[in-house]
Structures are given as C-alpha cells and as structure tokens.
C-alpha cells in the first residue's frame, strides 16, 4: 500500500480565490509539496504557519523544462508510494491543476501504471482571470497556446488568442518572432503580469513590434492577441486558399472555372511546370513565387474537382504525401542510417519497393522500367529510362562505347537522308541518334534536359544579339546575308553570350 496523491490548484494568485476545500487539503496533508514558491497565494499561507516543500531547486539542476516535470512526477510519485497506507501526499500547482500543468499530465500517466491514487482538485486558472480582465468571451472562439512550443502554423488570427508560459524577455521575442508571421508588425496585442492579484497585476496594450521591449515577464505573465476577422490576416493560410478555390467553382462563382474539368486545364498544368523551372534557370526568386503560386493553383483546383465528387479534397492529398515522406525516409523517421545522399536514395528505393508490396502489386512481375511518366518529354525520358536500365546492367563499361554509339547512328541517319527513304525511317534514325546522345549525359553526370536548354538560351542570346546589331544599321535579318550574321555570331561569342 501507499499514500494517497492528491493535487491542487493555487489559483491565479489572489489568495480569496481558493477555494475551502482546497485550503483544507493543504492544512491537513501528510506533506505538502508546491511546484514552485514563486506564487503570491503562498506567501499567505506560509505567514500563516503552513510548512511545505518546493521543487524550486530542480529547475536549477536540470537543463530543459521536460527534465524538470519529469523529475518532479519522479519524486511524488516515490513519495507516495514510500508513505503510510491512509496518508494523503499534497502536491499544489499554480492556476488549476489541469491548464498546462506538465508534471499533472505525468502524474495521470503514471500513477495508475504504480497502483498510486491519484486526485485532482480545480482551482481558478489563470484563463479565468484573463476573460475577465481583459474582457472577451471565449464562446467566441479561443484558442491557449504554449510559448514554448508556438509555430506559425498554430495561430488562427479568427480565434481569440492567449499565450502562456511566457516566462522572461527571451521567449517573448520568440512569440514575437511567431507572431509577426501573420500578422502586421504593429498590430495591438495585450501584456498581462499577475491578472487578479491585488497591487500585481499589470497589462500592457502595445504594437507586436514592441512585446519583447515589455518588463515584468515573469511566471504569471501571459500574452493575448485579440480576434480579427480581416480576410487578410489570411491571406497566408492555406485554409484560406482551399476556400477561395472552393468560392471559384461555386454557383455564384468564377463561370470559367465552374466549366474546367481535368481534361481542360491539363496542358496548364504543364506549361505552368515550365514557367517555374524558367524562374529556377533565371534565378529569379520574386518571379519564381509567383509562378509556385500558379503551379499550386493547378494542385487545388484538379484536388476540389476530386472534392466536388467525393473522391478526395486536398488535404487528403497532404496527407499522402506527408505518409509517404515519413516512409520513405526511414533514417529521418526511423531508425535506418545514411551517412550521405546515395545512402539516402538507397532507402527511398528501398521503401517504394516496401510500398509496393504493401499495396499487393507483384514486385516480380514489374518491369524494371516502371514508374516513368508516360508524357514526360521525349528527351527527359530517354534519359530516365536509360539510367533504369543501367541499374541492372544493362549498359556500356564507359563513354566511349557510347560515342561509337552515337556515330553509329549518326552513319545510319545519313545513309537514310542521303538515299531517300521515307519521312518515318527518317524520323526513327533521327530518334536513335538523340535517344543515343542522351546517354552521354548520364556517363558525364549532366541533365540532357538541363544541357539543351542552356544551349537554347545561348542561341537565343546569340540571336537577339544579331538582331540588335541589324537594327541599329536600319535591319531586319531577313534584309542581311548569312555572311553579316555570322560575323556579328561570332562577336557575340566572343563577349560572353
């Protein structure tokens, strides 16, 4: 048998806001334990002759706040389990036992586990005093988060908002940090120290630029940022962009996008693939945002068509996703190991082959060649394809064998142009000396798509350089010779284009 664990709730920290009941379990424990002196209602209590013991010590010997509350479940718990048959364990935490109160969720988790019994007792919280100080009802919509673990992904600006656990100036400028994500930098928000105790209480009303310039942070410190509704503070959420996309293909929407089916914008979503990788090969960050923005467009209007028929919604697309990065990076996730990228992508093999087998597909009986677009550019994907193949050994010990390849094909090419053969044969030699050309690349690590495209741009600026040069002599190219242009080609190299 062991002591009885009871846990209680000092309140906020205005001593008339304990309960009888309370006060009585503290006078009347075998021993009392408090998370922490640093609260006003104990001070009373102590001049009135109440002996108990803190854990204050504990935060000075352990490194992180998780160490703390655990250390702290540890040692009530041997308390208990050590004490008389009968007796009754006091622990008495700030606010109420159940409002973030780490070392409470421990001790739920554990005490059962021990044969421990375990009570708890509510007291005020400190969510109490903030809807009365200051003023909102949280039938509104409310929402507590915790400063030590706040992200910008958490923060829902339609939502009252309070912030606790803001303990000093440092992890008000983390809040700060956070909160600047979504909404303006001067945006009003609300400092409290101590809300309902006597002579104690402060609260601040300043621009969020200014929340970590603020004194008295301390362990009664709270942060509240008030509700808005302004369409713009949401202009950053995805939430929002799934609901406008939904308004679009509404009745009383866009008529254009009420009429798209996947048929119709499947070339969009094609040419806006390309307008991004434009950005990319520009360097070009302001434009390559707003052609993400164009591409994601694509995403969530194929997913509310799904949607609009029952099939899947954007979010379950998310969710595939998510599943299948965590997956498929087993030593991010797991337990796996990859001490560089090739042993990185050896497990994501690994795992797709996992998945496979999963899903009841027979390994076996797949092609080595699966899993390349079926429309993925001719080029791209004789690259990919060949690369699938090496995989296996299916493939030349080096380059060289390659280039014979290629002048191989080329000879054979020339035989078709020079004896006339048909516009098909022609077409299939000129497909073999390119597919053969596309793998030079893969033996000298180099993206033919990439390598084509770089030529292209050269060509372009090579050209347009010419064009220039006629122009300024009253030109047009077609009013000058082969000769002029070459000789204003090779100017152009010889500047750098």
């Given at each position: 048998m062991s002591a009885a664990l009871t846990v209680?709730?000092?309140?906020?920290?205005?001593?008339?806001?304990?309960?009888l009941g309370i006060i009585k379990k503290m006078k009347h424990a075998a021993t009392l334990y408090v998370r922490t002196l640093d609260h006003p209602v104990l001070n009373d209590l102590q001049q009135e002759g109440l002996e108990m013991t803190s854990f204050d010590t504990i935060y000075e010997s352990k490194s992180s706040f998780p160490e703390v509350y655990d250390e702290i479940a540890n040692q009530l718990i041997d308390a208990a389990r050590s004490g008389d048959a009968g007796t009754e364990i006091v622990y008495a935490v700030p606010g109420h036992p159940m409002v973030a109160e780490a070392s409470v969720r421990l001790l739920k988790e554990r005490c059962p586990q021990q044969g421990i019994s375990l009570r708890i007792m509510g007291g005020e919280s400190f969510l109490d005093e903030a809807f009365i100080r200051l003023g909102f009802d949280p039938i509104e919509g409310f929402q507590l988060l915790d400063a030590s673990s706040l992200s910008p992904e958490l923060i829902q600006p339609q939502l009252h908002t309070l912030i606790g656990q803001v303990y000093d100036g440092f992890t008000a400028s983390d809040v700060k940090l956070c909160l600047m994500e979504v909404y303006p930098d001067d945006y009003p928000v609300f400092v409290g120290h101590a809300l309902?105790?006597?002579?104690?209480?402060?609260?601040?009303?300043v621009p969020l630029h200014e929340l970590d310039r603020t004194p008295g942070y301390g362990n009664l410190s709270l942060i509240y940022v008030p509700k808005n509704t302004d369409d713009a503070l949401r202009r950053r959420s995805f939430a929002r962009l799934h609901e406008i996309v939904n308004i679009l293909r509404s009745p009383g929407g866009c008529p254009w996008d009420q009429e798209q089916t996947h048929q119709s914008i499947r070339k969009n979503l094609i040419e806006e693939t390309y307008e991004v990788i434009e950005t990319i090969d520009e360097d070009d960050p302001d434009h390559m945002k707003e052609e993400l923005g164009d591409l994601l467009l694509q995403i969530m209007l194929h997913s509310q068509m799904e949607e609009e028929v029952g099939t899947f919604n954007v979010y379950d697309v998310i969710e595939g996703l998510n599943d299948k990065l965590i997956f498929r990076h087993p030593h991010v996730f797991g337990d796996n190991q990859a001490e560089d990228a090739n042993e990185a992508l050896q497990n994501w093999e690994q795992m797709k082959a996992e998945e496979k087998k999963r899903k009841g597909q027979d390994v076996e009986k797949t092609s080595v060649l699966d899993g390349i677009p079926r429309d993925l550019p001719a080029l791209m994907k004789g690259y990919k394809l060949q690369k699938k193949a090496a995989k296996v050994g299916f493939d030349w010990d080096d380059v060289e064998g390659v280039f014979a390849k290629i002048e191989e094909e080329l000879a054979e090419l020339r035989e078709a142009v020079q004896q006339g053969h048909d516009a098909e044969a022609r077409k299939l030699e000129l497909g073999d000396v390119l597919f053969a050309t596309a793998n030079v690349a893969r033996f000298i690590d180099?993206?033919?798509?990439?390598?084509?495209a770089a030529t292209n741009r050269k060509f372009v600026a090579r050209f347009q350089y010419i064009e220039d040069r006629l122009r300024e002599q009253g030109k047009t190219p077609a009013e000058s010779t082969v000769e002029e242009m070459e000789r204003f080609w090779q100017q152009a190299k010889k500047a750098g284009l």
């Open positions: 209680v709730g000092l309140g906020s920290g205005d001593a008339d806001q304990l309960t309902g105790v006597q002579d104690q209480e402060v609260i601040h009303k180099t993206d033919p798509e990439e390598a084509l």
